[in-house]
């Protein structure tokens, strides 16, 4: 009896924002939405709904207008455990879920006006990379791990095909053996961010680490069964999110180059580099895996043996011996609304606070 009262309260404490939030995720997850957007989308709604119960909001008819600025102003006095404000790029990833939820409502007539129709989001200012690499910052960096050791031989592998390829946290995590062409120069990334596949180019240089480690150091991680991870943990199994960054971070913080970052400060490195070397915008967004950047709508696409030619003429460790300057390759003709060097930036700081928002969760 005991136990039905309990289940009884419990059921009682489920709001109606708390089920259409629900029924809009699901309607998410069958329109083939990622998990892990749906998991993001989840996290912002869930502040908005639990600030809401806190004033005793608990169905869509009761948000108005009103209530959603003062959600608003929350946000923008709002302060996080370190004491620090949201940054105007997360106040804006918080607000931009309720926009597309209550638009979802009202199409499927769970309310008859949308109150965020008419909610401006804050406008998200141009800043500088913040803690880019440079080309001899990163080779102290890779040069720290001990190789004779299987997961130092590991870490170095990591940190070369970060630097190398700019591939996402996630993508390097979810990197199977059947992926890599190394003959080709190629790795095959799976579902990456937005579900979409993509191959980018990997270097001479990271592909003999990483061959190095698939020879030496991987059998000695590996267990049974293997499920073909490329990297693997101490303990035989595939890395997590944060155990990634952790491996990565610590890294970096053993050089002590009063920069701080990981996964995501080589990702921006890279683009940096080969943008100082003379790579087209345009170029490294496709390797970056930029759908679309802010400002743009559909960009040119380039084939892989293109992308390969700029990343060895553009990248600092794309072959094994360090080469001579060559000359920037001839990028497409320019288009309208083709993206920009802040465009590019912009993208990926703004990846960077959605990294910073996944250790909040």
């Given at each position: ?102 638009r979802w409502m009202t199409r499927q007539n ?86 979409k596949d993509r191959y980018v180019p990997i ?159």
């Amino acid at each position: 009896m005991a136990r039905v009262t309990k289940q009884r309260k419990t059921e009682a404490r489920t709001t109606a924002l708390e089920i259409m939030m629900r029924e809009h995720l699901q309607a998410m997850r069958v329109r083939n939405y990622s998990e892990q957007t749906v998991h993001t989308r989840e996290f912002h709604l869930s502040f908005f709904i639990q600030w809401c119960q806190e004033r005793g909001i608990e169905a869509p008819v009761e948000v108005t207008r009103p209530v959603i600025e003062r959600y608003q102003r929350h946000l923008f006095h709002y302060r996080k455990k370190n004491g620090q404000p949201l940054t105007f790029r997360s106040q804006h990833s918080r607000l931009s879920p309720l926009r597309m939820w209550f638009r979802w409502m009202t199409r499927q007539n769970h309310i008859l006006h949308n109150p965020a129709s008419e909610l401006e989001l804050p406008r998200l200012g141009r800043v500088l990379p913040k803690n880019i690499l440079s080309a001899d910052e990163v080779e102290k960096i890779l040069l720290l791990p001990d190789i004779h050791d299987p997961i130092g031989l590991r870490d170095r592998a990591i940190m070369e095909v970060l630097y190398s390829t700019g591939i996402r946290r996630m993508e390097i995590i979810g990197l199977k053996l059947y992926h890599l062409s190394l003959d080709r120069g190629v790795v095959f990334i799976q579902q990456g961010k937005g579900k979409k596949d993509r191959y980018v180019p990997i270097g001479e240089r990271a592909a003999a680490w990483l061959e190095l480690y698939i020879a030496e150091a991987r059998p000695r991680l590996a267990l049974e069964p293997d499920d073909l991870t490329v990297f693997l943990t101490a303990q035989g199994e595939p890395f997590n999110r944060d155990h990634m960054t952790s491996t990565v971070k610590e890294r970096i913080d053993a050089a002590k180059l009063g920069k701080t970052g990981a996964c995501h400060l080589f990702r921006h490195t890279m683009a940096t580099l080969m943008h100082e070397n003379g790579a087209d915008i345009r170029f490294i967004q496709e390797m970056l895996g930029h759908a679309r950047l802010e400002t743009t709508q559909i960009y040119t696409q380039v084939s892989i043996r293109t992308l390969q030619q700029v990343h060895t003429a553009t990248h600092p460790s794309a072959t094994l011996e360090h080469h001579a300057e060559t000359p920037p390759m001839i990028a497409p003709e320019a288009q309208p609304g083709d993206p920009t060097t802040e465009d590019l930036f912009a993208a990926l700081d703004a990846e960077s606070e959605e990294d910073e928002e996944d250790k909040e969760q």
